[in-house]
């Protein structure tokens, strides 16, 4: 079993950052595949970037290509997903993942453990 815990999720301007944390627990954190979606009002939910446990490879949905950055800290067992250039579409709430495979990581059907969600509102 593995726990999230997001946080870092607020309310900015439109040309901000922000950077969301994602904690996990229960599972050894070096060997473990780590995905961010969201998921806006009335939409699907959507995959952002993810990062694989094989070589740290990332991948990013072309939407957030370019101003988003994920990175991992396997000391802290922490994820991070650092946004910049926010813009209003990019309001949701952003929800952590975790996958013991290192492909695929753009489809939410490879991940069995999901954190609880943190709220990102960007005003224009």
């Known amino acids: 079993q593995v726990q999230l815990v997001e946080s870092g999720g607020g309310l900015v301007q439109a040309g901000d950052s922000l950077r969301l944390s994602c904690a996990a627990s229960g599972r050894t954190f070096s060997d473990t595949s780590m995905g961010w979606f969201r998921q806006a009002p009335g939409k699907e939910r959507e995959f952002v970037a993810a990062?694989?446990?094989?070589?740290?490879?990332?991948t990013y949905a072309e939407s957030v290509k370019g101003r988003f950055t994920i990175s991992r800290d396997n000391a802290k067992i922490t994820v991070y997903l650092q946004m910049s250039s926010l813009k209003p579409e990019d309001t949701a709430v952003y929800y952590c993942?975790?996958?013991?495979?290192?492909?695929?990581?753009?489809?939410?059907?490879?991940?069995?453990?999901w954190g609880q969600g943190t709220q990102v509102t960007v005003s224009s």
């Open positions: 993942a975790a996958s013991e495979y290192s492909n695929r990581l753009a489809l939410a059907g490879t991940y069995d453990y």
């Open positions: 990062i694989s446990w094989i070589h740290g490879s990332t």
